[in-house]
């Protein structure tokens, strides 16, 4: 993974991508998760303020705990707002 990209593995197996993909000109974050249980990748999710809402995503860092349970943290270009997720 580059910079805008992230993989993170849990124990049980799942594992989370993550990463930043233009979308109407601005930066938006977006994730893919594949349960350990049937090791199919789920649908793209995008997880930040829609291109719509002229937010750009800057910097993001993603983990994931002992359940499989990902978190995102992520803040805006102006590094004004720092926003979570957790799926």
Known sequence: PGMNERVV???DGTVTAAWVKSMG????LV???RPAADK????EQVLSPLP???YDVFAFFLVTDDTGTSSVF???SGLST?????Q
Do not use: F, K, L, Y
């Open 74 to 76: 992520w803040t805006d």
């Open 52 to 54: 719509e809402e002229n």
């Open 25 to 28: 000109g601005h930066d938006v």
């Open 9 to 11: 593995a849990a124990p």
């Open 31 to 33: 994730a893919r998760q």
């Open 82 to 86: 720092i926003m979570t997720r957790s």
């Open 40 to 43: 199919t990748w789920g649908a």
